[in-house]
């Protein structure tokens, strides 16, 4: 394995495994304040219970996720120091930002994560709260515009090989910015909320008279059915301004090898890269200059008009774009179905209509893992499809890697540590969520300590 | 001009880093080191005192990385390449530390290894930090006439030297002295405290021995820093004022001082990482890369700081008040 290689693998490996924790930071904190303004309206002890049980496993998820994310940090450094000499002073302006919006979120969720039973008042503990959503989305979308810089990179001028006249502004919001940021704050809120969504239909499905789980569910679900509508219409938005900026990007995502007037729209098929064409998929004519310009007749560049070794690998590209596309079509059918039935079930019982359905419970959690499938194969396909590239036009990722030889044993050893750290999350996140929350309102939970 | 406000900028974060994340390491060291008959309240108290602060402590060293590749992109570069290996092992101490952490306190039934983990994590993570930071200055990552690190001299040579590591083990007991002193005031339990402040007082021990062993090293090991922390102009009074903060610490320890004594211990801290940064003044690495090498632009640089002189009245009042309440005495 070459150096290049074992650190493009580590980097998306500690990125992937990182991404997952830090969608649960940002939207963990909304899910609990919505909880706790219930809990302060309502007075209903069961909304109090329901906020401190997400607060222990958000607990574990900020800790792993702050600790990741420091790795990812210094791995900007240890796998691509000529990217970040290059790079550092360029897109400093966000990640200072960052620095700062997380290190609110970290004191806040601190007070927040702590700060229930009244050792602080109950206003500023609600207030914790709702800083710490914002702070975390902040955080977010300031590390975001970062990489749509390495998309589209604007605000300075090259000199001798290094960045000269740099507009610290101009870079951070870059073309790409608005597009990629929106569509991962929706992404994060999105995928968090079906996957918790899932865990109390589980629950529910078993047990559906467990009161606290179909109030939560009444909390996840409306987060989940916003924002399964809302991500199509940024996702769209993105997909026009890859087509703008971007084209050979856009057309590895569709695998679209010729340049093309009336591009039609693929889903599936199998890009293969030594014939250079796209077999096997369902082609719907026009569709995708349609979507990328507005126009039935527009033109749509394709793979062949850079040569091979400006290409990114087209068949991954285009696979996690479809998986990314097709998860994000599913959750958005659920949406409507769940809005359909909460349309219908207005009149009952208020809740009721949720549990009403075995059907409906299993499909929500046939939903639960789709957002996060969706978070992970969309990074894959804009890093991917921004290959060869690490900052587009300017710099090539194999002159960016770092010159320190058996990258590989790196990689295996943060592989392993972080599979390590995986399963035992996934064994205590188990553990809290259905043996802490029986259901039945909060008399028969053991306290919170 | 900017590049030396920066250059300060980022010895102060390192000082708040030493004295908040730096503390919450040693109280891992005194957890592995927790005896007698009160060891479990000794590991309740340490728990309970860094559980809520931690993560907001840990943030300081991110920004310190994010102001070093911000201003000083080339010292980024040539430091995460040449120390390479003490920089990763330092992240696995880090992702250790941290989760272990928080699984001791959610997988009951694993406690005692999480704890261990966790004990271990928080004395190898300091020492990584106390070697990386002495490698920059033993003038062991030698510069080529391009401005590159000579990578032919290893991954080894440039920091698993003798000063470096002598510098780790001060960071070690640096790092000890502190959580010990802080915890005197995390409990009003007597018999608890006299174990802390027995700490406390061999940890100011192994300080004092521990910095005068480093500085004989660094003579032979490290020359040229070793010469300005003895041979230069500002030496003796800064060894004069070094002696005067670690007797002031050791005299509240045994006087019970202990509010005193958390103060004392702070400017120790202080003192002694000015004394680095003087001996290493100018430069970020030891000869070969000066701050004015390896600084950014001006613009960027003004940039930065006036973003982080504008952050500041929101994150410190913030960081404050998550001190305020969640120290002992509010919690009482």
């Given at each position: 394995m070459t150096d290049l290689l074992a650190a493009r693998l580590q980097m998306a490996m500690s990125l992937m495994f990182h991404i997952l924790f830090a969608v649960a930071g940002i939207a963990m904190p909304l899910l609990m304040v919505l909880a706790e303004a219930r809990w302060l309206k309502t007075r209903d002890e069961i909304y109090r219970t329901l906020a401190k049980r997400w607060c222990r496993g958000t607990a574990i998820l900020f800790a792993v996720g702050a600790v990741t994310g420091t790795v990812l940090s210094f791995e900007l450094g240890l796998l691509w120091p000529g990217f970040m000499e290059f790079a550092g002073p360029v897109i400093g302006l966000p990640f200072a930002m960052e620095g700062f919006a997380f290190f609110l979120e970290a004191i806040f969720l601190g007070i927040y994560l702590?700060?229930?039973?009244?050792k602080v008042p109950e206003r500023v503990h609600f207030v914790a709260g709702i800083l710490v959503c914002i702070c975390g989305t902040l955080s977010g979308i300031f590390v975001v515009t970062a990489n749509a810089w390495m998309n589209t990179p604007a605000g300075f001028d090259i000199e001798q090989g290094m960045a000269v006249n740099i507009d610290p502004w101009a870079a951070m919001w870059n073309p790409a910015s608005l597009a990629q940021t929106s569509h991962m704050t929706i992404a994060a809120f999105q995928s968090v909320a079906f996957a918790v969504a899932a865990i109390h239909a589980a629950v529910l499905l078993r047990n559906p008279g467990a009161t606290a789980h179909r109030k939560a569910l009444a909390i996840a679900l409306p987060v989940a059915v916003v924002t399964a509508l809302i991500q199509p219409l940024s996702g769209d938005f993105s997909a026009k301004v890859v087509a703008e900026s971007q084209p050979i990007k856009l057309a590895a995502l569709e695998g679209q090898w010729e340049t093309e007037r009336g591009a039609p729209l693929r889903i599936g098929g199998w890009p293969d890269e030594e014939a250079e064409e796209t077999r096997y998929a369902i082609e719907i004519p026009y569709l995708l200059s349609i979507l990328a310009f507005?126009?039935?007749?527009a033109e749509v560049a394709g793979l062949?008009?850079?040569p091979p070794e400006d290409r990114p690998p087209v068949a991954i590209t285009h696979f996690s774009f479809q998986i990314m596309v097709g998860c994000g079509m599913v959750m958005m059918l659920t949406a409507l179905i769940t809005l359909f039935l909460w349309w219908r079930g207005a009149k009952g019982p208020p809740q009721e209509w949720m549990t009403r359905h075995p059907w409906f419970l299993k499909l929500l959690i046939a939903n639960g893992p789709l957002g996060l499938i969706a978070v992970e194969a969309g990074w894959i396909a804009t890093e991917v499809g921004r290959q060869p590239w690490v900052i587009q036009g300017v710099m090539r990722t194999k002159d960016a890697v770092t010159q320190v030889p058996n990258i590989w044993m790196s990689l295996v050893s943060f592989t392993l540590l972080y599979l390590f750290l995986g399963i035992i999350v996934t064994i205590l996140l188990k553990r809290q969520v259905f043996a802490?929350?029986?259901?039945?309102?909060?008399?028969t939970d053991p306290e919170v300590d | 001009m900017w590049e030396v406000i920066l250059g300060g900028v980022l010895v102060v974060v390192l000082m708040i880093y030493t004295l908040t994340g730096g503390a919450d390491f040693g109280g891992g060291v005194w957890d592995l080191f927790a005896s007698g008959p009160r060891a479990d309240r000794q590991r309740t108290t340490i728990g309970k005192a860094i559980g809520p602060i931690w993560e907001a402590n840990h943030v300081w060293l991110i920004i310190l990385i994010v102001l070093l590749f911000v201003c000083f992109p080339k010292a980024f570069a040539i430091l995460s390449t040449a120390l390479h290996l003490p920089l990763t092992l330092c992240l696995f101490g880090i992702v250790l530390r941290g989760s272990a952490f928080v699984f001791r306190k959610y997988d009951p039934d694993n406690r005692e290894a999480w704890r261990r983990v966790f004990a271990i994590a928080s004395l190898v993570t300091p020492m990584m930090l106390g070697m990386t930071l002495a490698a920059t200055s033993g003038g062991y990552i030698r510069i080529d006439q391009q401005g590159r690190w000579m990578h032919q001299d290893g991954y080894l040579a440039t920091w698993l030297q003798p000063f470096p590591f002598m510098a780790g083990l001060l960071a070690v007991a640096l790092c000890a002295l502190l959580a010990a002193v802080y915890l005197l005031g995390e409990t009003d339990d007597a018999d608890l405290r006299e174990d802390f402040r027995r700490r406390a007082l061999t940890a100011a021990v192994a300080v004092g021995i521990l910095a005068f062993a480093t500085l004989g090293v660094a003579l032979s090991n490290a020359p040229h820093f070793g010469w300005r922390l003895?041979?230069?102009?500002?030496a003796i009074p800064f060894q004069l004022l070094a002696g005067a903060t670690a007797l002031s610490v050791f005299a509240c320890l045994w006087l019970r001082r202990y509010a005193a004594a958390k103060f004392a211990v702070g400017a120790q801290a202080v003192v002694m990482l000015s004394g680095w940064a003087l001996a290493q003044f100018p430069y970020l690495i030891v000869p070969g890369v000066s701050i004015a090498d390896a600084a950014a632009s001006e613009k960027i640089l003004a940039m930065t700081f006036w973003i982080l002189a504008g952050g500041m009245p929101l994150l410190l009042p913030s960081f404050f008040y998550l001190y305020r309440v969640f120290s002992f005495s509010a919690s009482r």
């Open positions: 702590y700060g229930w039973d009244g507005n126009d039935p007749q062949k008009t850079v802490s929350l029986p259901g039945d309102g909060p008399n | 003895s041979g230069s102009a500002w």
